[in-house]
């Protein structure tokens, strides 16, 4: 089964795209990771989409369309699309990529949030260094003794564009280039959408409906 979770920043959609990894032996496909290890590893492209990403506004089609590209001639099956398509474009290539694989998209769950739980969502985000579990602030705190409940690693971060300015456009990105998306699947008869807001475990459990029916 190949999914695409699509929604604004914040939707929530790296924890469950984790969870979906855990419960379903599914390979997630984050575009967002992708390009944050580029970055961090210093090659050239990551220098590249450094600043543009540090903004808040989208690096170019070709570059993530390449990203995913790599990964699915890399072969296997079973995929979570995470930030990824994000543009009508992307979403035109990942159809022709998977066609060429002999691959279909089955599902598309749209996560349904507000920009005000948005907000607060971002800006008490972080992850672990160790494992990428996320945390926050206020509903799931890093543990009093300062280690991952999923790894044990002790080293926790916050993203660079996790900020008042960058979300600002982040989520002007969402709305302008990216939830046309949510036509476009609607058309094609895969779109499923589910309330993004409550208990991490409840909306697991949508998504799993969402998916098996
Ligand atoms: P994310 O981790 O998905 O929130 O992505 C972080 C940043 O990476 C975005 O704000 C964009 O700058 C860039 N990015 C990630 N995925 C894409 C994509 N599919 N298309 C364009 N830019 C992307």
Do not use: H, W
């Amino acid at each position: 089964m190949n999914i695409i979770l699509l929604g604004p920043p914040g939707a929530g959609k790296g924890t469950q795209a984790r969870i979906l990894v855990d419960g379903r032996g599914l390979v997630q496909l984050s575009t967002g990771d992708m390009l944050r290890d580029a970055k961090d590893s210093g090659t050239e492209m990551g220098n590249r989409v450094a600043a543009v990403m540090a903004s808040g506004q989208l690096v170019t089609d070709e570059i993530v369309i390449g990203l995913i590209r790599e990964k699915l001639e890399g072969g296997g099956t079973g995929f979570i699309f995470d930030g990824f398509p994000r543009t009508l474009p992307q979403a035109d290539a990942l159809g022709q990529l998977m066609d060429e694989m002999g691959q279909t998209l089955d599902c598309v769950i749209e996560m349904q949030v507000d920009d005000e739980a948005l907000v607060a969502r971002i800006i008490a985000r972080s992850t672990c260094g160790g494992c990428g579990e996320v945390y926050n602030d206020e509903t799931k705190p890093i543990p009093a003794d300062g280690k991952c409940v999923k790894c044990g690693a002790s080293d926790f971060k916050r993203r660079a564009d996790d900020n008042a300015e960058s979300l600002k456009t982040r989520l002007l990105a969402y709305y302008k280039q990216t939830s046309p998306l949510i036509g476009y699947y609607y058309a094609k008869g895969l779109l499923k959408s589910v309330n993004g807001l409550g208990e991490i475990d409840d909306i697991s459990t949508n998504i799993a409906v969402a998916l098996d029916s």
